[in-house]
């Protein structure tokens, strides 16, 4: 009987083709071709040097096989296969002897902390339809500035993808790809910027995209995105991600936690249940330093109290004490909690990933007032397709 062995995968629903791993390993055991970047099992070694580079986590994924998926097999993949049930070898003499195969998923999964799992009643998401040697063009049809501070430039752009077929669902992502090359004469690897607008399109039945982008000093894609005028052309990668996604259930209760551009996603889910006429009701936590350096402010305090509860915290306000969205939160405990307890709440979580820690905290804090331990009842909502996070 064949060993069970460790396989070395790449998620094909959330890699944007960037090949950035390919380019690190050492040895050339990541290779591509116009579908799926992929490991070859016959060279990798787990040196585990492509796992920091990857910006979006696609590349650590393992499974435990009897019989390794080919390179061939990996190229048609549209989705990571589950792990399989192994049938464990034998004994060999020694009866107390751990189990090899949970000894191997405990290796393979170490540190991983669950794999993320889309809601239940989600569409199906549509993902890698254009690659870097294959970009959709789409032109700009606006670009907008949504803040008044000087120090915080943010900016909506509007992008048409014309005739070209550009599926997306509310929480997917997109990549931007600079124009130019870099000093080696390469040309840039995509951006990847999360989609601020509906299903269907900024403007209903449209079916353009919307983008939310602050401009970063030496940021060269959020520089080259906010100059951009209208009527520019900008390639194009994507769709990506499908488990940061809506519920489709119109009862879902959604808590949405965001910080700055964090908030793209959340506008786009917040327009779509508008436009679904969704019963279940949201309520977000949006922090920013000031009123002037939030992003869609104007708009948010026009949506109807009925549809969001909006909890809007600043960390920067002129003559008041310094608030963050997990004050709030504690602030809020006895909604929070009741959310916490209703198995129709979804949890999305998206901005600076600095925030996460203090809103583990203040969930930890809630989920114990309630005789719950979080990391269980986060865990579980995860495998349920209930809890999100997206950060940066």
């Known amino acids: 009987m064949n060993q069970p062995v460790k396989q070395h995968l790449i998620d094909p629903e959330i890699c944007i ?15 591509h071709d116009d579908n799926n970047v992929v490991v070859n099992f016959d060279v990798c070694n787990f040196c585990m040097d492509c796992i920091p580079v990857c910006p979006t986590g696609s590349i650590d994924e393992w499974r435990i096989v009897d019989t390794p998926y080919t390179l061939e097999q990996q190229f048609e993949m549209d989705e990571l296969p589950e792990q399989a049930d192994i049938e464990a070898a034998p004994p060999s003499g020694d009866e107390n002897a751990a189990d090899p195969i949970a000894a191997l998923l405990a290796e393979a999964h170490k540190g991983a902390g669950g794999k993320a799992k889309a809601p239940v009643t989600a569409s199906k998401a549509t993902v ?5 040697g294959k970009p959709a063009k789409m032109k700009v049809q606006g670009n907008y500035r949504l803040t008044d501070d000087p120090d915080h430039d943010v900016r909506h752009i509007i992008l048409d993808p014309g005739a070209l077929p550009f599926p997306v669902l509310e929480g997917q992502s997109v990549g931007i790809i600079p124009p130019g090359t870099d000093t080696e004469g390469k040309a840039h690897l995509p951006r990847l910027y999360s989609i601020s607008s509906p299903r269907d399109g900024e403007r209903p039945g449209y ?5 939310t982008v602050k401009r970063e000093q030496h940021g060269m894609a959020s520089n080259y995105l906010c100059d951009l005028e209208t009527g520019a052309e900008v390639n194009v990668t994507g769709p990506f991600g499908a488990t940061f996604l809506m519920p489709g259930a119109s009862d879902a209760h959604l808590l949405l936690i965001c910080t700055g551009t964090g908030s793209a996603p959340m506008r786009a889910f917040t327009m779509q249940r508008q436009r679904s006429g969704a019963t279940g009701g949201m ?3 949006f922090g920013a330093r000031t009123p002037k350096s939030l992003p869609y402010f104007g708009p948010l305090k026009k949506v109807p109290a009925s549809l969001m509860t909006q909890h809007l915290v600043f960390s920067r306000e002129e003559g008041k004490s310094r608030e963050y969205v997990q004050d709030r939160i504690v602030a809020e405990h006895d909604a929070v909690a009741e959310l916490l307890a209703d198995s129709r709440t979804h949890i999305y979580i998206c901005g600076l990933r600095g925030m996460e ?7 930890t804090s809630i989920a114990e007032s309630m005789g719950q331990q979080w990391t269980s009842l986060r865990d579980s909502m995860r495998d349920e397709g209930r809890y999100h996070v997206e950060t940066y």
Request: with cysteine; net charge negative; proline share 3%.
């Open 207 to 211: 079916h353009n995209i919307s983008l």
């Open 17 to 31: 083709r960037c090949y950035t791993c390919e380019m690190t390993c050492p040895i050339g055991a990541i290779e």
């Open 357 to 363: 820690e203090g809103v583990e905290k203040a969930l």
């Open 283 to 285: 309520t977000m936590f």
């Open 128 to 132: 890698n339809m254009y690659n870097l």
